[in-house]
């Protein structure tokens, strides 16, 4: 069960300005929802993994790195409008205010 004292603390903490009958409420909603969650935490679930015909399953692979050569980097790179250095220049679309 939550207290009052924590709903006050909550509401100071998200500046929040809540009268006595706001904070009255919220604590029941709370103490409802988290009675809620703990009759979830009760649920059992069948993990039953049989595969299904017909049904789509993700197909995982191993992340790898693209290599490239330095020639074919630098084909790629003389390709692009503007550059500096290594890199591909592109314009700023970040205002810094």
Same mark, same amino acid.
């Given at each position: 069960?939550?207290?009052?004292? @924590?709903?006050?603390?909550?509401?100071?903490?998200? #500046?929040?300005k809540?009268?006595?009958? @706001?904070?009255?409420?919220?604590?029941k909603?709370?103490?409802?929802?988290?009675?809620?969650?703990?009759?979830?935490? @009760?649920?059992?679930?069948?993990? &039953?993994?049989?595969?299904?015909p017909?049904?789509?399953?993700?197909? $995982? #692979?191993? &992340?790898?790195?693209?290599?490239?050569?330095? /020639?074919?980097?630098?084909?790629?790179?003389? @390709?692009?409008?503007? #550059? /500096?250095? &290594? $890199?591909?220049?592109?314009?700023?679309?970040?205002?810094?205010?």
């Amino acid at each position: 069960m939550i207290t009052l004292k @924590e709903i006050e603390k909550l509401a100071d903490l998200s #500046r929040i300005k809540l009268d006595d009958s @706001e904070k009255e409420g919220i604590t029941k909603d709370v103490d409802s929802i988290l009675a809620y969650v703990d009759q979830i935490k @009760e649920a059992t679930v069948n993990m &039953d993994y049989t595969p299904v015909p017909g049904a789509v399953y993700n197909a $995982f #692979r191993d &992340d790898t790195t693209i290599t490239t050569s330095p /020639e074919s980097r630098e084909a790629i790179l003389n @390709e692009a409008p503007d #550059r /500096e250095g &290594d $890199f591909v220049a592109v314009k700023k679309i970040i205002a810094q205010d």
